[in-house]
């Protein structure tokens, strides 16, 4: 091949529709595919998800060159590996002597702009495609954007639903409602289990895989013995069947819904698989639809999970390309703390979060609510620096890349962002984490209890943010009943509950530097 066209195919763009695949001709083009260690270190990724995305890269190389594509595949312990997407297009550039780069957009702010930075340094046209994998152009988000005060996730959503005609009757909604949310999202009876997820066997790839990152990664976070994600579109499609049979009916009743050892419950668990590119996400909701239809699945289980991919997923997608690079460094409540040790270690008495940071551990999984209500619930009352926090969820979780980690952070997790994507701080006390779980009744903690060693810390806490940002939130509609409750509170009982705040947050640990970046 004579001056091929070379296509970098990145370790999330695992699909074989990929804009720089689908319009290139096999026999004049070189695909490259990079395992680099800048990538899995520049932050200290869980070991299991440096497994999947090295496991399911190799999967899709392999595939590529059974149908009839060059594939020029660089591993990480490769001799010559320089380590860094830059210095391995470099290499590729004088092995092929391309007449030109066609690579479909990184997904992530950072790696777009070293594309950026390359094209103006090599000497060879470069050709960046949008990514059509996704419903919604940045050129149609920044139209929808422009112009509104509140981007509201609820109001965009009703425009992906008239965009691909999912649960629509002609022009109006499915049912005569938009949202079913109203009968989703029960507190869990006694004895609540879900189905257990299909497991997937460690070919050849996969254990060479294994054993690489255990080798070579050894001091990341993360455990690797429960290592079962799907690792090629064949094994996503499985784990898809497997949810829509089996987990679809009952997702919108248990959503939020958390238990001990469940790790699972009826969530989907396709976020990884969907996020690297072996399920295609519109695919997945039309198939959800026809559960219903069929009568398989009721309305709301299958609203509920649509609005998650074509609402929240492309929403948060475009949020974050309208508000990086400034997002990454947002702290609208200008919050210092450093990161406790708990979210490393596990090792705290308050049971919901040494489980959650548990299930993290040893799965890269923990399911919305966890992520949301606990984890992130914590760090915002207790006032975590977001910078510190966001780096924790890009560590820990097998799905999190930078466009949808970030804004989940630090928009709908932390407020960091001053509101832009949430109407109010999703901040909760024990009560919401007792109603929701089973937690409290294995903690050393008393949820009922307001104040004083005993009691739940999140109940004082809640108190404590609500108050040191009164200046942000004392206006707020949708904050008025718990500001209405704390101004009638005695001024003693509110010296209480900051005392007793107070007294908690002196108690926390911070994080050893190491655990995200190396020496920091
Ligand atoms: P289900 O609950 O079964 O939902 C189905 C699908 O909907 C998911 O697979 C996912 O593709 C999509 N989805 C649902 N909610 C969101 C959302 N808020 N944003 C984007 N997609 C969504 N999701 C990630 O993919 N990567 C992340 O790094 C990530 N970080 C998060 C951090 C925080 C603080 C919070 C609150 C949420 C985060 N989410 C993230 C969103 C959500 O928690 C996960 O997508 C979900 O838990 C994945 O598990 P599942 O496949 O079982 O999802
Ligand atoms: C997260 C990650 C890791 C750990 N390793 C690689 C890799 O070796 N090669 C690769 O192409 N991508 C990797 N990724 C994903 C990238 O860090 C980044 O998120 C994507 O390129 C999207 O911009
Ligand atoms: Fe968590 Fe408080 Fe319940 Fe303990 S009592 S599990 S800290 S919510």
């Excluded at 620096?385 to 890349?401: G, S």
Aim: aromatic share 10%.
């Amino acid at each position: 091949m004579t001056q091929p066209l070379l296509i970098p195919v990145l370790g999330d763009q695992l699909s074989h529709g990929l804009a720089s695949l689908a319009g290139s001709d096999r026999n004049d083009s070189v695909v490259l595919m990079m395992e680099v260690r800048g990538e899995a270190t520049h932050i200290k990724h869980h070991k299991a998800k440096i497994a999947l995305i090295f496991s399911a890269m190799r999967h899709f190389a392999a595939e590529l060159a059974a149908s009839g594509w060059t594939v020029d595949y660089v591993a990480l312990d490769d001799p010559d590996n320089s380590g860094s997407f830059a210095g391995e297009l470099a290499r590729a550039v004088k092995r092929h002597q391309p007449r030109a780069i066609r690579v479909t957009e990184p997904s992530e702010w950072r790696v777009r702009q070293d594309v950026a930075q390359l094209a103006a340094a090599l000497s060879l046209p470069v050709e960046v495609l949008e990514d059509m994998r996704f419903l919604c152009s940045h050129g149609e988000f920044a139209d929808w954007a422009e112009g509104r005060r509140e981007w509201r996730m609820e109001f965009f959503y009703r425009e992906m639903r008239r965009k691909t005609g999912l649960l629509m009757e002609g022009n109006q909604p499915e049912g005569g409602r938009w949202n079913f949310d109203t009968e989703n999202r029960s507190g869990p009876p006694a004895g609540l289990r879900g189905p257990a997820l299909p497991r997937f066997a460690h070919d050849e790839i996969t254990t060479a895989v294994l054993a690489l990152v255990e080798g070579k990664f050894a001091d990341h976070f993360g455990a690797l013995g429960a290592f079962n994600w799907p690792v090629s579109a064949s094994e996503a499609e499985t784990a898809a069947e497997a949810f829509l049979n089996e987990r679809l009916p009952t997702f919108g009743q248990w959503q939020d819904a958390m238990v001990t050892g469940e790790d699972f419950m009826f969530h989907a668990v396709l976020s990884p698989a969907i996020n690297l590119g072996l399920l295609d996400p519109l695919d997945l909701c039309r198939r959800a639809e026809a559960e219903y239809r069929k009568g398989n699945a009721p309305l709301a289980a299958v609203e509920g999970f649509i609005r998650q991919i074509i609402g929240w997923r492309e929403y948060i997608r475009g949020v974050y390309w309208q508000t990086m690079p400034g997002l990454a460094a947002a702290n609208a409540l200008g919050a210092t703390r450093p990161l406790p040790d708990f979210y490393w270690t596990g090792e705290t008495e308050m049971a919901c979060l040494a489980d959650c940071v548990r299930i993290t551990r040893e799965n890269a999984y923990a399911h919305h609510i966890q992520r949301l209500m606990v984890l992130g619930n914590f760090a915002l009352l207790a006032g975590i620096d977001p910078a510190e926090v966001a780096d924790w969820f890009l560590v820990v979780y097998a799905d999190a890349f930078d466009w949808v980690e970030l804004p989940n952070v630090a928009g709908m997790a932390l407020f960091a962002d001053g509101g832009r994507l949430a109407s109010k701080p999703y901040a909760a006390s024990g009560a919401y984490i007792n109603r929701m779980s089973n937690y409290c009744s294995g903690c050393r903690y008393d949820v009922k209890q307001k104040t004083g060693p005993q009691a739940c810390p999140f109940n004082a806490l809640y108190w404590h943010f609500l108050d040191r940002n009164v200046d942000k939130f004392g206006t707020s509609r949708r904050l008025a009943n718990p500001y209405a409750t704390w101004r009638r509170m005695d001024g003693d009982k509110r010296g209480e509950y900051l005392a007793s705040a107070d007294a908690f947050l002196e108690t926390l640990v911070p994080a050893k530097p190491g655990w995200a970046r190396s020496g920091s």
